[in-house]
């Protein structure tokens, strides 16, 4: 990487791929005999998710929903839109959201809102990333990859206005 202008390399693959190692040991710990139900947030956690399901030799379902808080560019709304909703049953079930990024909390608080009035067995928070600086709701993050500076982010599935998502790297973009 850094072959794009005004990108900077924060996590490498190497470094992301050993915190995905330890995310799923964490999570094959708590998780293997409790058939979950993981439900990613799109877009962004397209990348994180499939590298994620792949170290989970145990039973389990995946959903995906896709919600949306970013209007465009880099300023959040403050309101979570539901552009797709989900299919599956989560009353009684072990739920894990999968999400790329937590940054002011909003979408992840929306989302565990929902499942804890649908009645799930639980639900618990992977993250790939946390930008605690800019919290504006409460959210706790049960298992996390890596605490982020105040800096916006793109690759690994984490766009700017829908690019950028396929870099392999996590980087910055120059202020
Ligand atoms: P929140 O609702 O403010 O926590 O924002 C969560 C969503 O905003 C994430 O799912 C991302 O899609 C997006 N987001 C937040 N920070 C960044 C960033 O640094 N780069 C790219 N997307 C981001
Ligand atoms: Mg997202």
Redo the contacts with the bound molecule.
Sequence with gaps: MGSQAGLHKLLSRADIDSAVKRLASEITRDYHDKNPLLIG?L???FMFLADLVRLLDFPLELEFVR????GSG?Q?S?K?KVVQGLRSVVRGRHVLVV????????????LLDYLKKKKTASQRLCAL?D?PS???VP?DIDYLGFT?PD????GYG???DEKYRNLPDIC?LEE
């Design positions: 947030i877009k962004g956690s919600l949306s808080s970013y880099r959040t403050g979570v999400e790329d990024i937590v940054d002011t909390g909003i979408t992840v608080a929306f990333t930008k800019r919290r504006r959210a982020v800096k916006f982010l793109v984490l766009d700017c910055y």
